[in-house]
């Protein structure tokens, strides 16, 4: 009897893992230019159709612009920067850009900056003079710090609501998983960051659970994480509590180094890649859509779960309720009116389903499993 119990538990285990979890296909839409050869970031202009990334570690104080054939449109230097190790950008609504030189591989830095590039989409001068956020880590008191505590490391940002949220790249080894989230003002000044929230990306191989980039859809209703084989996206989060939101993580066809990750639309994402000599697939940008409609139901599903029941062909249901039966996406596939007791399920293939059943004062769902 034990060992049937801890198969059963094993087994709810795997099942939760896969409800938690989709693939998200990647259509290929053009090389990144040359100039872009390791582009650490993204970010998108709606206004103009236009994409906007640069390039991480020593490399020039400056970033570019392209369209979506791949073709260079335009190199822009920062005067008064230097490319320590930038990572990341993002903007706000005024047309301010914000550029993160904030990549700490080592652990050891204590330089940390963010440039701020004042009403940026409406000059675009040939030389431009930033403004500097200079940051420092409240809890890192040793450059570097003990392998079990380096998680000091950053290269996702996105603005909201007149600050910069920032998000770490944990490097602890052995490898714990936690994203820290800090939060500072947008705009210049001395700035000590302490967490106000984290995510544990789960896992041991921190190949597969760096969080690497970030992004804010237009509408503030959905936010991601980036890292190099995943994403994880969180919906149904109030104000700028990201990370504690419903969170759904979508696996990639195959894992590179994907850095950089912007909305274009509130359902649709482009991601950018470094170019790495010898891999398979390098240094492309990729378009992706979401469905959100079965993203946000799969959500309320998996909250209002009561129960889970292992079946073959058939299920006879306790109670006489309206019912729908939802796929593991969280996609409508049969509706159940409120008296037919038993469900058929010999024309659906063996798997995960939702059974989502209504009454006049709330909604209960019962995790089936049919095998």
């Excluded at 191989?205 to 992004?215: E, F």
């Excluded at 309206?322 to 049969?334: P, R, T």
């Excluded at 059974?355 to 019962?366: G, H, V």
């Amino acid at each position: 009897m034990k060992i049937v119990s801890a198969s059963y538990f094993i087994l709810l285990l795997c099942i939760w893992a896969e409800i938690n979890a989709q693939t998200l296909n990647l259509d290929v839409v053009c090389k990144l230019p040359d100039a872009l050869r390791e582009s650490s970031a993204l970010w998108f202009d709606q206004d103009e159709r236009v994409f906007y990334s640069l390039n991480d570690s020593d490399r020039k104080n400056e970033f570019h612009s392209f369209d979506s054939t791949g073709a260079w449109i335009a190199t822009y230097p920062i005067s008064n920067a230097t490319n320590i190790d930038w990572e990341e950008m993002t903007a706000d609504e005024e047309g301010t850009m914000y550029i993160g030189d904030f990549g700490n591989n080592s652990n050891n830095r204590q330089d940390l900056k963010i440039y701020i590039l004042p009403h940026f989409f409406d000059q675009k001068d040939s030389s431009i003079h930033a403004e500097i956020i200079r940051l420092k880590y409240g809890r890192q008191s040793a450059f570097p710090p003990p392998d079990a505590s380096k998680n000091f490391d950053m290269e996702a940002m996105v603005y909201f609501n007149d600050s910069l949220h920032l998000f770490s790249k944990n490097r602890t080894t052995p490898y714990t998983g936690i994203a820290y989230h800090y939060t500072i003002p947008a705009q210049a000044g001395d700035y000590t960051l302490l967490p106000r929230d984290s995510f544990n990306t789960g896992g041991t191989n921190y190949l597969q659970n760096w969080v690497v980039g970030a992004a804010l859809s237009p509408d503030k209703k959905s936010f991601i994480l980036l890292s190099y084989d995943k994403m994880w996206l969180f919906r149904s989060f109030v104000g700028s509590s990201f990370l504690q939101g419903n969170v759904t993580q979508y696996k990639f066809p195959f894992l590179s180094q994907k850095e950089g990750v912007s909305f274009s639309t509130n359902s649709d994402i482009f991601i950018s890649e470094e170019s790495v000599p010898g891999a398979s697939v390098n240094g492309n940008l990729y378009h992706a859509k979401l469905d959100l409609t079965s993203t946000q139901e799969q959500g309320e599903l998996k909250k209002n779960i009561v129960n889970t029941q292992l079946i073959s062909d058939n299920y006879l249901r306790k109670e006489s309720l309206e019912a729908e039966i939802y796929n593991l996406s969280g996609q409508l596939i049969m509706r159940i009116a409120p008296h037919d007791e038993g469900i058929s399920f010999t024309s659906f293939p063996a798997g995960v389903y939702f059974m989502k059943e209504n009454s006049k004062f709330k909604s209960k769902t019962t995790l089936l499993i049919k095998y």
